[in-house]
């Protein structure tokens, strides 16, 4: 698919709004942008999940509206949705994984076919390419950040794989960043050089997510 010129829009989290690059020109949005020649739309929101959080974060509360929730705001008629998020439901949500013919927002794999539905009926012309999440630092602890969530809910792959069911399930296509973004956490030098704090890229991890997103949807 020939990117130049197409509109997008970006439905995210912070990696989305661009937190871990030097300024917002070197977010991997505004750097698609530049080099691959689309208009792009930024819907990223620091700290958002997926699935409905059930206690409320009071000291910020709009971290708990959700991906969907935000989509019904997304204005005009884009010829691509990106969405890129996932990483938040396993490190801080509180909503149970759940079962992967859940349909409703309140559990994690209920919430990704939620958000899907809504967007082939809101926008059946507009191809919607599905983002996993990619490695970031203390993927293995079943409690994720260990600092809100009350279940033990399975590693970050346990999500990234529910989010890869569930697309495929709606056949969307999967830009599996889990798999082939290339950043390996657990390699101090590489975390340093690409994803200093282990969760949002820097300016270089930046510019390697825009080429691996764009580079995905050319070849579909």
């Given at each position: 698919m020939k990117l130049e010129g197409k509109k997008v829009f970006f439905l995210g989290d912070s990696i989305t709004e661009g937190v871990g690059a030097s300024c917002s020109e070197n977010c991997y949005v505004s750097v698609m942008e530049r080099k691959y020649g689309i208009k792009a739309f930024n819907y990223g929101v620091s700290g958002?999940?997926?699935?409905?959080?059930?206690?409320p974060t009071v000291e910020a509360p709009a971290?708990?509206?959700?991906?969907?929730?935000?989509?019904?705001?997304?204005?005009?008629?884009?010829d691509i949705i990106v969405v890129f998020g996932g990483t938040n439901d396993f490190g801080h949500g509180d909503a149970p994984f759940g079962d992967l013919l859940d349909d409703a927002p309140y559990t994690f794999c209920g919430a990704c076919r939620d958000l899907f539905t809504y967007l082939q009926k809101r926008y059946p012309l507009a191809r919607i390419i599905v983002c996993t999440p990619a490695h970031r630092a203390d993927e293995l602890n079943p409690r994720g950040d260990g600092l809100i969530k009350r279940y033990n809910v399975g590693t970050l792959k346990a999500y990234a794989d529910a989010i890869r069911k569930i697309a495929e399930d709606h056949s969307l296509p999967v830009c599996d960043l889990y798999r082939?973004?290339?950043?390996?956490?657990?390699?101090?030098?590489?975390?340093?050089?690409?994803?200093?704090?282990?969760?949002?890229?820097?300016?270089?991890?930046?510019?390697?997510?825009?080429?691996?997103?764009?580079s995905f949807i050319q070849s579909l």
């Open positions: 958002t999940r997926l699935a409905i959080q059930s206690q971290y708990d509206e959700t991906f969907c929730e935000r989509a019904k705001r997304m204005e005009g008629e884009p082939n973004l290339g950043i390996n956490v657990l390699i101090p030098e590489h975390r340093e050089a690409l994803m200093p704090d282990g969760l949002h890229p820097n300016d270089a991890g930046h510019e390697r997510l825009a080429d691996c997103i764009a």
